[in-house]
T-cell receptor
Framework: KAGVTQTPRYLIKTRGQQVTLSCSPISGHRSVSWYQQTPGQGLQFLFE???????NKGNFPGRFSGRQFSNSRSEMNVSTLELGDSALYLC????????????????FGPGTRLTVT | QKEVEQDPGPLSVPEGAIVSLNCTYSNSAFQYFMWYRQYSRKGPELLMY????GNKEDGRFTAQVDKSSKYISLFIRDSQPSDSATYLC?????????????FGEGTQLTVNP
């Protein structure tokens, strides 16, 4: 079974530009979450989509947005890039848990490393 | 103050040692407690999870959760050089509230041959 794939793997952008990152979840997984990982802040939750609906949103400015398509693939967009947006952006997918003692077991992709200059 | 606190290390141990990794948290709503392992330039990989308080063992790994103290631990027995990675604790609330994970900063572990 193929894992979570993210494209592109590396990206260099200039301040003020916008960027779109893509995530293809594991087949059958309908929940997709995005995280930002930086050396100073660690892994921080951006947002979660389930069946094309945003279910949760983290504490990030409105420049960060996302969407999910009917095939569960997801994209996130960052507009008006700032130097501080340089980070590893991780996507995770999961199945809906079957029982009370089972969490959403999230499987992460390799990430997209975004550098803003 | 962060919801989840984890000593970033680095932690360096000899091969065969028992490793103890810990996190504390402040949010009483957390119900699920996970440990992820992340190798350099890779995404995090789920090692194991525990629901509520208690212990769980999987091979050389044992996870412990003490909700009364808001303290979780991961023990690695007979550590191997291949265990060298960053270990992240993560927590989530009820599944009805979605899959959102709150992570600790991660502890960088090196196991020396």
């Amino acid at each position: 079974k193929a894992g979570v794939t993210q494209t592109p793997r590396y990206l260099i952008k200039t301040r003020g530009q916008q960027v779109t990152l893509s995530c293809s979840p594991i087949s059958g997984h309908r929940s997709v979450s995005w995280y930002q990982q930086t050396p100073g802040q660690g892994l921080q939750f951006l947002f979660e989509y389930f069946s094309e609906t945003q279910r949760n949103k983290g504490n990030f400015p409105g420049r960060f947005s996302g969407r999910q398509f009917s095939n569960s693939r997801s994209e996130m967009n960052v507009s008006t890039l700032e130097l501080g947006d340089s980070a590893l952006y991780l996507c995770a997918s999961s199945l809906r848990p079957s029982g009370g003692s089972t969490p959403y077991e999230q499987y992460f992709g390799p990430g997209t490393r975004l550098t803003v200059t | 103050q962060k919801e989840v606190e984890q000593d970033p290390g680095p932690l360096s141990v000899p091969e065969g040692a028992i490793v103890s990794l810990n996190c504390t948290y402040s949010n009483s709503a957390f119900q699920y407690f996970m440990w992820y392992r992340q190798y350099s330039r890779k995404g995090p990989e789920l090692l194991m999870y525990t629901y509520s308080s208690g212990n769980k063992e999987d091979g050389r790994f044992t996870a412990q959760v003490d909700k009364s103290s808001k303290y979780i631990s991961l023990f690695i027995r007979d550590s191997q050089p291949s265990d060298s990675a960053t270990y992240l604790c993560a927590m989530s609330g009820a599944v009805t509230s979605g899959s959102r994970l709150t992570f600790g900063e991660g502890t960088q572990l090196t196991v020396n041959p």
